[in-house]
């Protein structure tokens, strides 16, 4: 890792969003750092102690996962790497003010999202979603049950419903976040994220029936 491209880092917080996200991957890390062997926490401290390789990994790790996530909120690739590359830029600026640093990856993920919903706004794409009630002791718990052999499916089904109910199935279970730390992430109060997760598994599930899936199991 050089010097030089932390300099990059900070040159490219005065560049437009169209600049893409490719222009900060970072270069091949020491295979010390590559095995995984130092937790997020870790990782962040060395961070804010100015330690460029530590950035570069967190980068590596969480790239991926965060392309993803954004991708399920916005249908032009291009879009979602410019945000990636605004929501590492973000990171980079705001890490240094990170007290919490067990909690980097709910935070890193809170950012994703408002980058996100900045975008879609300024797109005239965001629509804001109503709460949307149920009985007040209903739990999490049921998931939906979808073999391996059909991520496919899964994916083909949870692009037909609306952003804020992919968000969340999304949040809960394939990055495995709990309901209060998903309304972290949103800024939302965690009944409402309980009632999001129930209609959104209940729209899920009807859209799985529609393409055949239960003929299929």
């Not at 980058?115 to 009985?135: F, T």
């Amino acid at each position: 890792m050089t010097h030089e491209w932390m300099e990059q880092m900070t040159s490219l917080e005065k560049q437009p969003a169209t600049v893409v996200t490719q222009s900060i991957r970072p270069p091949m890390l020491d295979k010390s750092v590559q095995d995984d062997e130092y937790p997020d926490a870790v990782l962040v401290v060395r961070c804010q102690a100015r330690e460029e390789q530590a950035f570069c990994e967190l980068v590596r790790r969480w790239e991926p996962r965060l392309y993803y996530y954004l991708r399920r909120l916005i249908e032009d690739e291009a879009a979602v790497w410019d945000v990636l590359q605004n929501t590492w830029l973000a990171v980079f600026r705001h890490l240094p003010k990170l007290i919490e640093v067990r909690k980097f990856r709910s935070w890193v993920y809170r950012i994703a999202h408002d980058q996100a919903v900045n975008w879609l706004q300024k797109e005239k794409r965001y629509v804001s979603q109503p709460d949307e009630q149920i009985e007040p002791l209903l739990e999490c718990k049921d998931a939906v049950s979808v073999s391996t052999e059909d991520v496919a499916l899964l994916h083909q089904a949870l692009q037909t419903l609306s952003p804020h109910h992919r968000e969340v199935l999304v949040l809960f279970y394939l990055e495995d976040f709990s309901s209060s730390q998903i309304a972290e992430i949103v800024d939302l109060p965690e009944g409402t994220i309980k009632s999001r997760l129930h209609h959104a598994r209940e729209n899920l599930s009807k859209v799985l029936k529609d393409i055949g899936y239960e003929r299929r199991r």
